[in-house]
């Protein structure tokens, strides 16, 4: 079960400044095969499938723990999609073409299959697919998957970094690298309580040094890299048994929060008339606020 809150984690700058390029770049984060909607879909599932949870409950706990987060992430990928994409356009009557600003960028679906809003695919617009979802049901299988998932996760981010300077898109990507980085060293002392093998040894792959990369380095200095949450008040409580000691990169004390970090309002966009979205009129929304009224039974 889920609790949902109508924050994202953190505050996205809206600089007015779209560049769809950028969204593109950003969408191999969100439905490529190393995204948010991978990462999460495997977690989900192998919690779904886990097997023998009561004996072997830190693992399940840590593994649900960061399914929960990764909701968070798609949520805050597809945001940043959107504040890229936000203002590629402007109204106007059909004959004008008001939707010829947007057809020579490298991908036109979220223009024409969407209004102008982030989609599950990757960043050529192929559709994210459920052939990205490893779930073997051997927990050691499952747990080294999920390290070099999180480690292609974290050099695709790397790349797409260095590919844009839109505001939006390093803030998002800057705060992910900081908390992928995260989930590559709880799936590695995951390994090494299950196997006794120190896999932190075989991390850099790529680096988890975030120093390079300013949008990252200011939430390292916050500390956000040395915590990880059960996004519950009173369940997964064993994920301390694996999430303890000191972070392999700079030595710093590592902490479980029971709970969820502090969010941000949930930005709203305004409508896009050259793409009948939301296709509500001046009129529509007058009778739509009347029947508001009366279903409420507000005079």
């Not at 839109?166 to 908390?179: F, K, M, T, W």
């Not at 040094?209 to 009173?234: I, M, P, W």
């Amino acid at each position: 079960m889920f609790k949902r809150l109508d924050e994202v984690l953190i505050e996205i700058p809206n600089v007015g400044r779209p560049e769809p390029n950028a969204a593109a770049a950003v969408q191999e984060l969100l439905g490529g095969k190393f995204g948010e909607m991978s990462t999460l879909s495997n977690y989900l599932y192998q919690s779904f499938n886990f097997r023998s949870k009561t004996k072997l409950r830190p693992f399940y706990d840590l593994v649900t723990s960061i399914t929960a987060e990764e909701l968070g992430h798609v949520e805050l990928v597809s945001h940043a999609i959107n504040h890229c994409l936000h203002g590629s356009t402007t109204p106007g009557k059909p004959d004008e073409s008001p939707l010829k600003s947007v057809k020579d960028w490298r991908m036109s679906l979220p223009f024409l299959s969407g209004g102008q809003g982030a989609l599950p695919v990757d960043s050529m617009g192929r559709p994210w697919t459920g052939e990205h979802v490893f779930n073997s049901g051997n927990l050691v299988e499952d747990l080294l998957h999920n390290f070099f998932l999180e480690v292609g996760a974290r050099t695709h981010k790397m790349k797409v970094y260095e590919m844009t300077s839109h505001p939006a898109a390093r803030e998002v990507v800057g705060y992910l690298l900081v908390r992928g980085g995260v989930h590559v060293v709880a799936y590695a002392k995951a390994l090494q309580v299950a196997t006794g093998v120190d896999v932190t040894k075989l991390i850099p792959i790529p680096s988890l040094n975030n120093k390079a990369f300013n949008e990252a380095r200011k939430y390292e200095e916050k500390g956000v890299h040395t915590k990880l949450y059960t996004y519950s008040d009173n369940d997964f409580k064993t994920i301390d048994q694996i999430w303890k000691g000191t972070h392999p990169e700079d030595g710093q004390p590592l902490e479980v929060i029971h709970g969820l970090p502090k969010g941000v309002p949930v930005p709203e966009y305004p409508e896009v008339e050259e793409e009948f979205a939301p296709g509500i009129s001046a009129e529509d929304f007058a009778a739509i606020a009347e029947r508001l009224k009366a279903a409420g039974n507000i005079h």
